[in-house]
């Protein structure tokens, strides 16, 4: 397990990642990159166009309790049931963004 | 030093984790209830033929088959030792446990080849020898966080110096833990130590081979990282379809947490963090330097 970091304390917040930024659809790929750019954003407590989203979760300082917790919202806002292990197959907001939109497109098949 | 006992997870410490309940564990576990990982032999076995596969591929390794008499550390739910006495025609197993619903599960067995005690390893005193003994999902729970390398180590040696006097010459044993693979001892997550599993650290594989030295040689080691995430990813999801049903037994945050434990522990196979080792040992009847 990776050491605990700030990240899980703000993860686990009662204010979960701001929910009126996020209140947009999982339609297409452009609408994934953009929750998780501001779902980062929200941990990170910077500005949206700030994230680099071509680097890694873990040097954003994403460890693996943020991991299950990114997760566990994803989940709640697709509708389908992932593997935390997925920030670490796919480890940048693009790299996921492509895969979860593939997970979207064979679930509506 | 320390009386060891002292150094390793305390009952209360274990009961933490297991008294929530049999019929919380049976939401999510296997039919048998075995708590810790499977063994997969192909991608279309299910959990509970998993399970299976992890028990006879243990009792393979040390010759089970036939046997007097089979001492299990750790029993559980005893699922491995009614294997063993109606599949390998042991005659006497003993299994012992530090949770008194692990007891009253196996006496629902009513199978008169099995003994279970409410005992911890360290005090075991057996009315006679063994033949064979397995511990599985019990080294994890050996050693606490925060005591040195070498009082780990003592415990870990103590095991198997106990094992090796309960023993018949020629006895074998059979070891299943999880292990540290690419972390230190200060990677261990605080929600896992806190919440989960309190006063528990994890040995790594050199812990284990350095603690048999002159006491056991090793005949099968394998490690087997996959299967515990596989078998995690069952758990998990047996769980998410059993919410309803969890909650009302052990109440929401409950179950969150350990749906919570049981993602943090995939990272933690699946990023090479843990391992899950699985080792045979055959006893050295003449040590050197005794």
Redesign the interface.
């Known amino acids: ?4 970091q700030i990240t ?1 304390a703000n993860s686990e917040s009662e204010a979960a990642p701001a929910q009126d930024a996020l209140s947009i659809s999982p339609d297409n790929l452009a609408d994934i990159r953009t929750w998780l750019t501001s779902y980062l954003a929200f941990l990170l407590e910077e500005e949206p166009g700030s994230i680099d989203t071509e680097r890694s979760f873990d040097s954003h300082g994403i460890d ?2 943020a ?2 917790s990114l ?2 919202d994803l989940e709640d806002w697709m509708g389908i ?1 992932l ?3 997925i ?2 197959d796919y480890p940048s907001i693009d790299q996921l963004a492509d895969f979860l939109m593939t997970r979207m497109n064979e679930s509506a098949a | 030093m320390e009386n060891s006992a002292s150094l390793g997870a305390s009952v209360q410490a274990l009961e933490y984790h297991y008294n929530i309940g049999n019929e919380f564990y049976e939401l999510w576990l296997d039919k048998s209830l075995s708590y810790t990982s499977a063994l997969y032999r192909s991608d279309d076995d299910t959990l509970e033929q998993a399970q299976t596969h992890k028990v006879d591929y243990h009792f393979e390794e040390i010759h089970l088959r036939g046997v007097e008499r089979l001492l299990d550390v750790g029993c559980g739910w005893g699922g491995q030792l009614q294997r063993a006495t109606t599949h390998y025609d042991v005659k006497h197993a003993v299994g012992l446990t530090l949770n008194e619903p692990h007891i009253d599960w196996i006496g629902n067995f009513n199978n008169p080849r099995i003994k279970v005690r409410l005992e911890n390893w360290r005090d075991h005193k057996p009315d006679e020898p063994y033949d064979r003994i397995c511990a599985w999902g019990v080294l994890e729970h050996a050693a606490r966080p925060g005591i040195s390398d070498a009082e780990k180590q003592a415990i870990y040696r103590e095991f198997f110096e106990l094992c090796h006097g309960w023993l018949k010459p020629g006895g074998e044993v059979s070891v299943q833990t999880i292990t540290y693979e690419n ?1 230190t001892r ?7 130590e806190q919440e989960i599993f309190p006063e528990s650290d994890l040995p790594s594989q050199a812990d284990i081979v350095r603690a048999r030295e002159h006491l056991f040689e090793i005949t099968r080691m394998r490690n087997d990282r996959t299967h515990y ?1 596989r078998t995690l ?1 069952e758990w998990r ?1 047996r769980l ?1 379809a059993n919410a309803a049903a969890a909650t009302d037994l052990v109440g929401e945050d409950a179950v969150k947490k350990y749906e ?1 434990y049981l ?2 522990f ?3 196979f ?2 090479a ?2 391992n899950l080792s699985r080792f045979a040992f055959k006893r050295i009847d003449t040590p050197r330097g005794r």
């Open positions: 397990m990776a050491t605990d899980e693996s309790a991991a299950v997760v566990g049931e593997d935390p292990t920030v670490y | 972390a200060a990677d261990l997550n605080a929600f896992i995430e990813r999801h998410r919570k993602s943090l995939m990272i933690g699946h990023t963090t843990m």
